[in-house]
């Protein structure tokens, strides 16, 4: 995503919709390697769930891109508040043995990556019509961050 580092700025609404399905292909990728390396049950089914969530990302985006502009959706969701675990949890690479705890970590660290692809389009096409598209992604995947988050909490924070 090499084309983002300049700065904020804003695309063609195709240039932005292909730079955005890429990012989600990109993310997809990266599950479905993560899938065929690890073994353990609970952190491939999470490497999977996030592959889909992913994929369904990109045809939503390639939808967009053959109708030529957003339709339906209706309102715009909101992103949710999250909590920031990508700064407590060290990125490490996969093995084959790499647990849940391991693979939430990794996926909170991609999501993570989504959003921050997200916030930095919506700021940069602020006032133009794909703003609109970029806040509900950017919404969505704050929403997947969360679900990441809230699982991690639920199963390795030391309260729980």
């Known amino acids: 995503m ?4 300049q700065g904020d700025v804003c695309y ?6 292909e ?9 997809f990728r990266s599950y479905l390697a993560a899938l065929r390396l690890v073994k ?19 045809h939503q985006l390639e939808k967009w891109l053959v109708e030529g502009q957003m339709k339906g959706g209706g309102e715009l969701q909101k992103p949710v508040p999250t ?3 990508d700064y407590v949890l060290a990125k490490r690479e996969l093995r084959p043995d790499s647990d849940a705890r391991e693979a939430l970590a990794y996926a909170i660290h991609l999501e993570k990556g989504s959003i921050e692809f997200y916030q930095k389009m919506s700021r ?9 598209l970029f806040k509900q992604m950017l919404a969505d ?3 997947h ?13 030391a309260e729980n």
């Open 2 to 5: 090499a084309e983002i580092e």
């Open 12 to 17: 063609t609404f195709e240039a932005a919709i």
């Open 19 to 27: 730079m955005a399905a890429q990012m989600e292909n990109e993310g």
């Open 40 to 58: 353990d049950k609970a952190a491939r089914e999470i490497f999977k769930d996030a592959a889909l969530d992913e994929l369904e990302h990109k």
């Open 83 to 85: 909590m920031n675990l």
């Open 124 to 132: 940069g096409c602020e006032g133009a019509p794909m703003a609109a």
């Open 141 to 143: 995947e704050t929403r």
């Open 145 to 157: 961050l969360q679900s990441l988050e809230d699982l991690y909490e639920c199963h390795f924070m």
